[in-house]
Each structure stands twice: as C-alpha cells, then as structure tokens.
C-alpha cells in the first residue's frame, strides 16, 4: 500500500500540518511548513522523488484534492541492465488466443485503475467498478492462473486477481 500522506491548510495565513500514514511529519528547523515551501513538503515525503505516495490536501475551506505523487523513474544506472531477449521470446504465439477479462469493485467513480505487471491502465465506472479486457496480444505474455494486480490510484484499493 503507498504512504498516504495528508496536507491540512491549518490557518488562511497557509500554514501546513503534515502526516504520513497518521503520524505527524516533522517541519524543518528553520520553521513551519507553509505553502511557500509546498515544494519542499513532497520532496521530504516522497525522499526527493525516490517513493510514490498517495497524497491528500485539506483546504480551509473544506476542498480537498487528492493525488498519487511518483517517484521519478529510476535512470538507466540505477535499473538492472537490460538483455537482449531470446529470439524465441521475440517470436509471436502460434495459435489464436481468447483475450481474457480482468474486474473488481470497491473504486472510486471515475477512478484511474492500474492493472498490474503494469499491463494496462483503465478507469473505474461510475459505480466503482471496474473491468479490463486484455487484447491477445498482452494475454499472450501471461499464463493461465498467473496472479494480476488490480489497484485505484487513488483510492489505494488493491485486489490479486488469478487469470483463468
């Protein structure tokens, strides 16, 4: 699950009380945290755009936004070097293959859902639910009984669904 993180606007002046995951985060020494200083609040949480958290900010005057914030991708000599995959792994399926339907509920209406070894992203309906048709071609890269995660974006709401 990300850390969720919530940013309440505690005065009209823009002072921020912060916590992660239901405990308060520290401001810096040198004062509060403020809206000037928005910028430097998400690169404290998220560890300078190392982790992804989910992120939710209370207005004063009772709005509240809420977002995912990304952590950046990682550069080329953080990641594993890439190989060259076989020929046989770069060859097409022989046969036709039935696309295969992947669902769950419990989203958010309108939420953006991802469908996980990142697949496919959709977007949940105006009851929450969700269903994602996988083309062949993307089924083809999974087994029968292979487990697919499911997650809201915003929500956080995880589901493992086994493929048929």
Do not use: C, Y
């Amino acid at each position: 699950m990300l850390p969720h993180v919530v940013i309440t606007v505690t005065d009209p002046t823009g002072t921020l009380a912060v916590t992660v995951d239901g405990e308060d985060f520290p401001a810096p020494e040198d004062g509060a945290w403020s809206r000037a200083r928005f910028g430097e609040v998400l690169d404290a949480v998220t560890e300078d755009r190392t982790r992804t958290v989910r992120i939710e900010v209370h207005e004063t005057d009772g709005s509240t936004f809420t977002d995912i914030i990304r952590a950046r991708p990682r550069t080329q000599a953080e990641s594993a070097p890439e190989q060259e995959p076989s020929e046989s792994a770069r060859s097409k399926p022989s046969g036709k293959q039935a696309a295969v339907t992947v669902s769950g509920e419990g989203f958010l209406p309108g939420e953006d859902v991802a469908i996980a070894a990142v697949i496919t992203d959709t977007t949940a309906n105006e009851d929450g639910e969700v269903e994602a048709r996988l083309p062949r071609r993307q089924k083809a890269t999974l087994r029968a009984g292979a487990e697919v995660l499911v997650f809201g974006r915003s929500s956080g709401t995880t589901l493992v669904r086994r493929l048929p």
